[in-house]
């Protein structure tokens, strides 16, 4: 069966630094997901991408699936606080399955 | 058009009871996926269902836990004899279509504690 793996397990950076979440796939990923979970709270999309070596942006968040379709990375520029909460990556498996995700904490 | 609607929000069961998880998918939407989340764990595929049928349930303990979604009505999430360990939110998340290259809808949880 396929696995997500997510690293780093949380992350804390100070308001206005850059950072980059990373999630690994065991096997090739015919569709990869990004959400966001705030605590308490349910997934909200962010983005999806499919294709080997796509790149999409929303506002300062950018996420890319590199070339063999097993990795994937999500970059935020010039974090906010409004940016802290869990980052979670999804893979297409028949069904919508999960890394452990990726707890951000963003210090004012 | 609203959200996916879970209720209730928080559960308290004593060890033995019953508990019910409700969960209406989003207008239009007839695939509805359960999902578990523990503390500090991301979260865990339970079971996949499209009206009235299971399509996944691989996910889902063998004993104890169930799942429905009736022709009307919501999905519903059972758990018989609930124990400590059941402790945990649960969501419910739906889509117009099957999950391949479709977005999931995600309701805001149930939080459900054993006492």
């Known amino acids: 069966s396929q696995e997500l793996e997510q690293s780093p397990q949380s992350l804390i950076v100070q308001e206005g630094k850059n950072l980059t979440i990373n999630c690994t796939s065991s096997?090739?990923?015919?569709?990869l997901y990004w959400y966001k979970q705030k605590y308490g709270e349910g997934l909200i999309f962010l983005m999806m991408l499919q294709k080997g070596g796509e790149e999409k942006s929303h506002e300062k968040i950018t996420a890319k699936l590199d070339e063999k379709k097993q990795q994937s990375s999500l970059h935020i520029t010039a974090s906010q606080p409004s940016h802290a909460g869990i980052y979670l990556c999804?893979?297409?498996?028949?069904?919508?399955?999960f890394g452990q995700g990726t707890t951000l904490q963003v210090k004012p | 058009n609203a959200g996916v609607m879970q209720n209730p929000r928080h559960l308290v069961r004593r060890r033995g009871q019953e508990a019910r998880l409700r969960c209406s998918p989003m207008k239009g939407h007839s695939h509805v996926y359960w999902y578990r989340q523990l503390p500090e764990e991301g979260l865990k595929f339970m079971v996949y269902?499209?009206?009235?049928?299971?399509?996944?349930e691989s996910g889902m303990p063998k004993e104890r836990f169930s799942a429905e979604f009736p022709k009307e009505g919501p999905s519903i999430l059972r758990i018989q004899q609930v124990v400590r360990g059941d402790s945990a939110a649960y969501f419910c998340a739906s889509s117009r279509d099957s999950p391949t290259n479709e977005k999931l809808f995600f309701g805001s949880g149930t939080q459900l504690s054993v006492l």
């Open positions: 269902l499209q009206k009235e049928n299971i399509i996944d």
């Open positions: 096997k090739t990923l015919y569709g």
């Open positions: 999804g893979a297409d498996s028949g069904k919508l399955i």
